[in-house]
C-alpha cells in the first residue's frame, strides 16, 4: 500500500534552514505530481510546493517564494524540502502529498528561540 513517511522536523531557530525528507513506497514514485502542505496550529491545510514527477516545474505558495525549495530523488524515491529563512509563521506540521490526496503522518517543525 501507499505509504510516506516524512522526517528531518524539529524545533528551529529562526533564520535556520532545515532540510525535510519524505521516503515514498507502494507506488511508482516518478510517476506522480507530489507536493508539500502544512498545518499550523490552529488553522487549515495550507499547500507549500508542488513538483511535477520528473522533478520540473516546481511551484510554490506566496508565502515560502525564495525560500523553500521543493525537490526529489526519483531513484530513491524520495522526496525533499529545503527550508531557508525560517520565521515563527513557518512552525507547522509538515505533510508530503502524494498527487490524489494521500499523505504522510508530518513531521513538525518549530521555529522559536
Known amino acids: 500500500q501507499v505509504q510516506l513517511v516524512e522526517s528531518g522536523g524539529g524545533l528551529v531557530q529562526p533564520g535556520g534552514s532545515p532540510r525535510l525528507s519524505c521516503a515514498a513506497s507502494?507506488?511508482?514514485?516518478?510517476?506522480?505530481?507530489m507536493k508539500w502542505v502544512r498545518q499550523a496550529p490552529g488553522k487549515g491545510l495550507e499547500w507549500v510546493a508542488t513538483i511535477r514527477g520528473d522533478g520540473s516545474q516546481p511551484t510554490y505558495a506566496d508565502s515560502v517564494k525564495g525560500r523553500f525549495t521543493i525537490s526529489r530523488d526519483n531513484a530513491k524515491n524520495t522526496l525533499f524540502l529545503q527550508m531557508n529563512s525560517l520565521n515563527p509563521e513557518d512552525t507547522a506540521v509538515y505533510y508530503c502529498?502524494?498527487?490524489?490526496?494521500?499523505r504522510g503522518q508530518g513531521t513538525q517543525v518549530t521555529v522559536s528561540s
Open positions: 502529498e502524494k498527487f490524489g490526496g494521500v
Open positions: 507502494g507506488f511508482t514514485f516518478r510517476a506522480y505530481i
